[in-house]
């Protein structure tokens, strides 16, 4: 028998849905007649690692730091329920150990979500998961585009014989899920961790390579502009994939391979304002692996970057710090 629950202030209590949002099934009849806007998945799989795991608990970590998170942005002065109905649609169906079909049961929730119309945010997971989001974005688009933030290339074509794994999403992106190479961007690219051969392989093919070197001589805002034109010229859709570890890894120390020297978090919020605000049509987030954490600061910077581009997308404008935000007129403008 259900019994009313007394008013608690606390932020941190109930169910750890992605900020407190309802709870529904994307796969259960009716789900279409009163889609979310918004759904935001997890998928919960890490069996394709080849450093570190732990990423399979990065969904549940992601939730649970999202209840420090309001819906009121301050920096956009915006509040994300204005613009969206959002859900929490729950975990896809995760075959252990079984990549390609977890893959393949994941691309069938997420074109559900498609179907009704409803914009699918993707909590990772390793990265060998965006091969489900391109997918089931391809199935609805005629030609998408794709802007990739990470360290690494991600475009090896195969690891150990494998198809499916954390270093081919992007490979898998191009050659499953139909999206055109030239309408591919990466930013952040860094460090001492990437093979020569997924290099060749990218600029073969014409993929936009933004490195994190560019970003730093030419400023985040700008790099982000130019993978923005690059991944939306003439497109019809346009995908966001987030690398966690493209961050520093003072800002991102709970993930499979941190990066020494990469992004500072300001920078990251830039990018994705800029990227989100030239509308996207889903997303994910992932490499969040909770473990190596203690303070979980990795999967709140994953919430916060959810929740960048949600209003970034929603009002049209990147309002990151440093970009003269909406916050700041707010306050009394710039003195």
């Not at 919960?44 to 399979?56: A, L, M, Q």
Request: proline letters at 6%; a negative charge.
């Amino acid at each position: 028998m259900a019994t009313e629950q007394p008013a608690n202030a606390f932020l941190d209590r109930g169910v750890a849905t992605f900020m407190g949002a309802p709870l529904v099934d994307p796969t259960a009849d009716g789900f279409a007649a009163d889609a979310p806007d918004v759904g935001v998945v997890g998928f919960p799989f890490d069996s394709t690692c080849i450093s570190r795991t732990g990423t399979n608990q990065g969904p549940r970590a992601v939730r649970d730091a999202s209840s420090q998170t309001r819906y009121y942005h301050f920096e956009y002065d915006t509040d994300l329920r204005d613009h969206y109905d959002i859900a929490d649609c729950g975990d896809v169906p995760v075959v252990p150990g079984n990549a390609a079909r977890s893959i393949d049961q994941a691309t069938e929730y997420l074109e559900a979500l498609h179907d009704a119309g409803t914009m699918p945010v993707m909590l990772g997971g390793d990265h060998s998961v965006t091969t489900a989001g391109t997918r089931a974005l391809a199935t609805h688009a005629d030609d998408p585009g794709l802007v990739l933030v990470d360290t690494h290339f991600d475009t090896a074509t195969e690891v150990a014989g494998e198809r499916y794994n954390h270093c081919c999403p992007i490979a898998r992106t191009i050659d499953e899920a139909g999206f055109d190479p030239e309408k591919v961007s990466i930013v952040g690219l860094t460090g001492p961790t990437n093979p020569r051969f997924e290099l060749e392989w990218a600029r073969e093919r014409g993929i936009s390579l933004f490195t994190l070197d560019e970003v730093l001589q030419r400023g985040p805002v700008a790099v982000a502009e130019d993978a923005v034109a690059a991944a939306t010229d003439g497109n019809d859709a346009l995908y966001l994939t987030l690398d966690i570890d493209v961050l520093d890894a003072s800002a991102a120390p709970g993930t499979g391979v941190p990066t020494n020297g990469g992004l500072h978090a300001r920078e990251l919020l830039k990018i994705l304002g800029v990227v989100a605000s030239a509308g996207i049509d889903a997303m994910d987030v992932v490499e969040v692996s909770p473990g190596p954490d203690a303070g979980g600061i990795t999967a709140r910077m994953a919430v916060r970057a959810v929740v960048d581009c949600l209003a970034a997308s929603a009002v049209g404008e990147a309002h990151a710090p440093g970009m003269g935000t909406a916050a700041t007129a707010a306050c009394g403008g710039e003195r």
